[in-house]
């Protein structure tokens, strides 16, 4: 054991270097596919269009920064797609009964706290595999989502909730200030807190950091309360987008939001990950979706790209980290 | 032998191919010309030369971190070369993956057992290699042999058993037997008796006489020196990445041996200094738990407390107990002369315990990520200001035991799985130090550990000692325990059999108590 051990002290690049490094990367290939959709079409550079590009993404930008805290601590949340489905119903319900519209938007987040929880219960006391416990939750939060709607929608009323997703503020869409809005406490909670650290440590090694004096299920507890709060939340912002709630709604953002966070240089095996890198991954991904239809190019092409590029940036970024040891 | 020739009618076609390079007895089979491994800037292996004769049983003797492991890796294959170059049967040869090392016959039985534990006892001889007839595995035919060869061996082990609830004694003899008939050339043995019985390993000894009757070139690597003395023709002694000599077993002494593999006197690495011993920190009074039953010992102020007993004697789990890690079924802990409950690990650390654990590897670090975030990791509630950590304060707390403890590396981001054994158990003491700690307990604190690292560590201890700490040193390297502890518990199947002061019990009267014969 020792001898596999011994490797360089002096070799590998230092990490944060390396990872500012990778940064830089992703976003020289959006500032690429920005350029590239400029030239090849007119209507990429209108501010019609770049609106909808960041309304877009914003979505899944904030679903891949809750999704990264989970796969930090070496877990996953399958669950976010069906929870964005789930709490656009239940806040469509709660206006529909006239509950008063910030009582509303605190219940359904607090709907996203329980459900988060539940999910570290089952990991933590039922020692359920969190890709197991999230899948079933998927799965019955649809279901849960139809039995309140009995299989149908519920529209919105409230104006000021629908108007919401619409407006601008200072020129820019207020789904994209919703990004920065929840990007900044992730960065601070992430990079500049203790929690923050703990994840990282309870991802690389919850033995080692639990006999360190961590709490390893209250990380695991804030792991997974965060990712589902920050789905509820894109929960509320899909129903004032679209004025309905529906539980059918955000079917398969879930793999958009592990694929935003992977291509951001999230480590599916947990210990790697950043805030800024999946809010990348997931305008890469909106871009490609975007210059798509704008080209013309057939949709199902789309998912083909966003597969491919996955497999690519991945590999990449495997190469890189095999090459710094 | 039926038992290996039925095994060898069955698959004529997969078995003993390798025989097709025949050496006669005592001619080099296998020469290792200047072969060097580097790991980036490290030299885990200075350019050795050492040549091995057909039929031989060759011994290799090192220090942990002496660089057995790597020459190892080099010879099956699982790690290419620096540079120099490998001769097999006269001929130069690459060897550069493992499938090439098992073509050619070189096969090597792990001090781990690699085999899957889910399958049976015949599946994991058979695997790769299964016994087929119409695309359909012959699950009795195979079952059938493996009896067979593991009868013919004298084992008395169940083909059919699972391998998993075998003892790992028991699975490295399963692997052994795996290894004897694939017609193997050249075996490679690392440390085998580390977990066997007395029993088992004269089964092993028998079985390795066997295969050296058959032909087979035998490379024996154990610090045990009665083992060498037993079993080898010729031995081969590394020191830290160096091939410091290679002797006849007839024309050395275990005496020379010890001065070839660690280039100094016992005195001069077990540093040692006596203090004054002062309060008593630490008393358990009948503590029993998962492992253990009935410990009662003191820790005081200034002393080292050493427990001394085989893996698995329970004092591993003696020490997670105490540290909160396994809740304690009876018994008391008093410390400092109060009667506390320890519930979980930060109660314990907030007492004043430190605990670097046995594995490095599973419970000391987090090995991916940074060395700084691992030597904060204990403190960053300390760290904390408001919302936010003291960026400052975390990187000075870092540097600072990079500094002091001589931590090998350019940065504290770089990540702890970068760094050698000695610097990686440097980071898990780096840990505590930050943290503070009355008691301090080290549980296997030199596996893997090179020699001078070793003796820095137990400057170490001196310094802990004398700051007013107390340190529990758990060991299974009976030296270490032995000249360090002022006092020395035995432990043998999870009880404290026997306890010495300094230097009071000779080395065959603790090793006994410790096996219990």
Redesign the interface.
């Known amino acids: 054991?020792?001898?596999?051990?011994?490797?360089?002290?002096?070799?590998?690049a230092?990490?944060?270097g390396v990872s500012i490094l990778f940064g830089l990367t992703l976003l020289g290939l959006l500032l690429f596919l920005w350029l590239l959709l400029g030239l090849a079409t007119n209507s990429f550079w209108t501010p019609n269009n770049i609106s909808n590009l960041l309304r877009q993404g914003a979505m899944t930008a904030i679903l891949a920064v809750g999704q990264t805290f989970v796969i930090i601590t070496a877990g996953i949340d399958l669950s976010v797609g069906a929870v964005v489905g789930f709490t656009s119903v239940i806040v469509a319900w709660l206006l529909a009964a006239g509950v008063p519209l910030w009582i509303a938007i605190i219940l359904t987040l607090a709907f996203g706290v329980l459900i988060g929880a539940f999910h570290a219960f089952g990991i933590v006391r039922m020692g359920l595999p969190p890709f197991i416990i999230t899948l079933a939750t998927l799965t019955s939060l649809r279901g849960i989502g139809l039995l309140i709607t009995n299989g149908s929608t519920i529209s919105i009323t409230n104006e000021a909730f629908t108007n919401f997703s619409r407006a601008d503020f200072l020129g820019v869409p207020s789904l994209f200030w919703m990004v920065i809005v929840v990007a900044i406490p992730a960065y601070?909670f992430l990079h500049?807190?203790?929690f923050g650290?703990?994840l990282?440590?309870v991802g690389?090694?919850s033995?080692?950091?639990?006999?360190?004096?961590?709490?390893v299920h209250r990380t695991i507890y804030l792991a997974y309360i965060l990712s589902s709060t920050c789905a509820a939340f894109v929960g509320l912002l899909l129903a004032s987008r679209i004025g309905i709630g529906n539980a059918t709604q955000a079917e398969g953002w879930e793999l958009q939001a592990i694929a935003s966070s992977v291509i951001g240089g999230t480590s599916l095996?947990?210990?790697?990950g950043s805030v800024h890198g999946p809010l990348l991954g997931a305008f890469i991904l909106a871009t490609i979706n975007n210059g798509a239809n704008l080209l013309n190019v057939n949709s199902f092409w789309q998912r083909i790209i966003t597969g491919v590029l996955i497999i690519v940036i991945v590999y990449f970024d495997q190469l890189r980290r095999r090459g710094a040891? | 032998m039926p038992g290996l020739d039925e095994v060898s009618e069955i698959k004529s076609d997969g078995l003993r191919t390798a025989a097709r390079h025949p050496v006669p007895r005592g001619e080099p089979i296998l020469e290792m010309r200047s072969l060097q491994k580097k790991y980036g800037a490290v030299e885990a292996l200075k350019p050795a030369s050492i040549t091995f004769l057909s039929g031989e049983i060759h011994a290799i003797v090192g220090e942990n971190g002496a660089g057995k492991s790597t020459l190892i890796k080099l010879l099956t294959g699982v790690i290419r070369r620096t540079s120099g170059e490998i001769f097999w049967c006269g001929k130069p040869v690459q060897l550069d993956n493992p499938q090439e090392a098992i073509a050619r016959g070189i096969n090597a039985v792990h001090q781990e057992v690699v085999l899957c534990p889910h399958l049976s006892v015949a599946a994991n001889m058979f695997l790769g290699d299964e016994i087929n007839s119409a695309g359909l595995m012959r699950k009795r035919a195979m079952t059938e042999a493996a009896q067979g060869v593991l009868d013919d061996l004298g084992f008395n082990l169940p083909a059919a058993a699972t391998l998993g609830s075998l003892t790992i004694g028991q699975q490295q003899l399963v692997a052994t037997a795996r290894a004897a008939m694939r017609g193997t050339q050249f075996l490679i043995f690392d440390e085998p008796t580390a977990y066997l019985t007395r029993q088992e390993s004269a089964q092993l000894f028998r079985l390795i006489r066997r295969l050296q009757g058959e032909g087979v070139t035998i490379v024996y690597i154990s610090h045990r020196m009665e083992e060498v003395f037993e079993l080898a023709d010729r031995v081969s002694v590394l020191r830290d990445g160096t091939h410091v000599g290679t002797r006849k077993i007839g024309e050395t002494n275990d005496a020379e041996l010890i001065t070839l593999m660690i280039n100094r006197t016992i005195e001069q690495i077990y540093h040692k200094e006596h203090f004054q011993a002062g309060e008593t920190i630490l008393e358990t009074r009948g503590l029993s738990g998962p492992g253990f039953e009935d410990v009662s010992l003191t820790v005081r102020a200034g002393e080292i407390v050493g427990l001394y007993g085989l893996i698995g004697a329970g004092r591993s789990e003696f020490a997670l107990g105490l540290y909160g890690r396994h809740a304690t079924t009876s018994g008391e802990v008093y410390w400092q002369g109060r009667k506390v409950d320890i519930a979980n690990e930060r109660k314990a650390m907030d007492l004043g315990i430190a605990l670097a654990p046995e594995s490095r590897r599973d419970q000391g670090l987090c090995l991916n990520v940074p060395i700084g975030l691992n030597i904060n990791l204990p403190i960053f509630n300390r760290l904390t200001r408001g919302l936010t950590i003291n960026r400052q304060q975390e990187i000075e707390n870092a540097d600072r035991q990079i500094k002091d403890l001589k931590i090998k590396t350019p940065s504290r981001r770089v990540l702890a799985s970068a760094m050698s054994g000695g610097n990686q158990q440097k980071i898990v003491i780096g840990k505590w130090l930050s943290h503070g700690a009355k008691l301090f307990i080290f549980d296997e604190p030199t596996v893997g550990v090179d020699v001078g690292t070793k003796a820095e560590i137990y400057r170490l201890f001196a310094r802990l000692l004398e700051n007013g700490a107390g340190i529990i040193l758990i060991s299974s390297y009976l030296p270490e325990v032995y000249e360090l502890s002022d006092r020395l518990h035995v432990f043998r199947r999870g009880r404290l059999v026997a306890s010495h002061d300094y230097r009071a019990a000779s080395h065959e009267e603790v090793l006994t108590q410790a096996i219990g014969v």
């Open positions: 054991m020792s001898a596999e051990s011994v490797e360089s002290g002096t070799g590998p230092p990490r944060k601070i500049l807190s203790r650290r703990y990282f440590a690389s090694n033995e080692a950091a639990r006999l360190s004096g961590v709490n095996f947990g210990a790697v040891r």
